[in-house]
């Protein structure tokens, strides 16, 4: 039987469901956009050509201080990218297709911006903060903050589901908890269980739970030799 051929990507759309992730690539596979946490930098590199990968820029995350970035995202337009900055901002940063990208937006946060998420059309930037336990909804087009979705305790990684339409409003977020929550006895390895949280994306937006059961035992081998 004849493999069945993937539809074509729709233009303007990720091609892919979007993540907090310290490494992004363009839609186009020829940029990818990597945050360097220690020196408070982000680096563009030029992948276009299989062999001949290059730095292409190498900025700074944030224009007012607010340092340590966590994540990056890259519009599906290729030429702009979005930060979380630990120190408390998100930067959009333009032109990372060229060889002098600039930040050309920041909002400052309290607390701790860790992880960041798009929309599969990149119209709405979804953002984690752990230390003050909400997630933060932006508009990309004029780069405000729309909502503020509070989840408690302390949110981290983000995704973003993707159904490769043009309709952002059907779509889900999945934000995971940093720390187990307690169940039962401290210092038992069922203490404490994990737990996912979802929204959809189309405001206002009902937060809900899925429950992670702890495991019995993380280890099964003799730890004593």
């Not at 493999?3 to 839609?27: C, F, G, M, N, Y």
């Not at 930067?91 to 992880?115: M, Y």
């Not at 934000?175 to 206002?204: N, Q, S, W």
């Amino acid at each position: 039987a004849c493999e069945a051929k993937p539809p074509d990507p729709v233009p303007d759309v990720l091609p892919r469901p979007s993540r907090s992730t310290a490494v992004d690539i363009s839609p186009d596979d020829k940029t990818v956009a990597m945050v360097n946490s220690d020196d408070d930098s982000v680096s563009f590199f030029d992948v276009s050509v299989q062999g001949t990968e290059s730095l292409r820029a190498k900025i700074g995350s944030s224009g007012n201080g607010a340092a340590e970035p966590m994540a990056v995202v890259i519009h599906p337009n290729g030429e702009d990218a979005y930060v979380a900055n630990r120190g408390g901002s998100v930067a959009a940063i333009s032109g990372i297709d060229g060889a002098t990208p600039e930040i050309s937006a920041e909002l400052d946060f309290d607390g701790e911006p860790v992880g960041l998420a798009l929309s599969p059309t990149g119209g709405t930037l979804y953002v984690t903060n752990w230390v003050s336990g909400a997630v933060y909804v932006i508009d990309t087009d004029t780069f405000t903050l729309t909502q503020t979705v509070d989840v408690g305790l302390n949110p981290y990684a983000i995704a973003v589901t993707n159904d490769g339409d043009v309709d952002d409003t059907d779509e889900r977020l999945f934000v995971t908890e940093f720390y187990g929550r307690p169940e039962g006895k401290e210092a038992l390895d069922t203490g404490r269980k994990g737990i996912v949280y979802t929204m959809p994306t189309v405001a206002p937006a009902t937060v809900t739970e899925i429950p992670l059961a702890p495991l019995e035992s993380c280890f099964t081998g003799d730890l004593g030799g």
